[in-house]
């Protein structure tokens, strides 16, 4: 059974950070794209981006483009998250997912429970 367990989230102000970890179990992703999605009140789940295992390039929102960075420990089969300059906009439900597909739109097989990120300002 796969499991991704995401850990990390809370609240800090504006221009803080925070980084999200999700570690996988069930299986090994090293050779499948992971990454994350969003979730605010009100709207519907958004692609903050991912990550993949070749010469693929890390995909980032337009949104989060230069504050946040994703990577990835193999070894650990674990994603991160590493958000800076966090605004209260990026106020919303992080979730983890692997095995994500990008056509025709992009959605994941696998997803975490989700873990929220409050930014004050």
């Known amino acids: 059974q796969v499991q991704l367990v995401e850990s990390g989230g809370g609240m800090v102000q504006a221009g803080g950070s925070l980084r999200l970890s999700c570690a996988a179990s069930?299986?090994?992703?090293?050779?499948?794209?992971m990454g994350w999605f969003r979730q605010a009140p009100g709207k519907d789940r958004e692609v903050v981006g991912f990550?993949?295992?070749?010469?693929?390039?890390?995909y980032y929102a337009d949104s989060v483009k230069g504050r946040f960075t994703i990577s990835r420990d193999n070894a650990k089969n674990t994603v991160y998250l590493q958000m800076n300059s966090l605004k209260p906009e990026d106020t919303a439900v992080y979730f983890c997912?692997?095995?994500?597909?990008?056509?025709?739109?992009?959605?994941?097989?696998?997803w975490g429970q989700g873990t929220q990120v409050t930014v004050s300002s």
């Open positions: 069930g299986r090994t992703f090293s050779r499948a794209r």
């Open positions: 997912a692997a095995g994500l597909s990008v056509v025709p739109t992009t959605t994941a097989t696998y």
């Open positions: 990550i993949s295992w070749g010469v693929e390039p890390t």
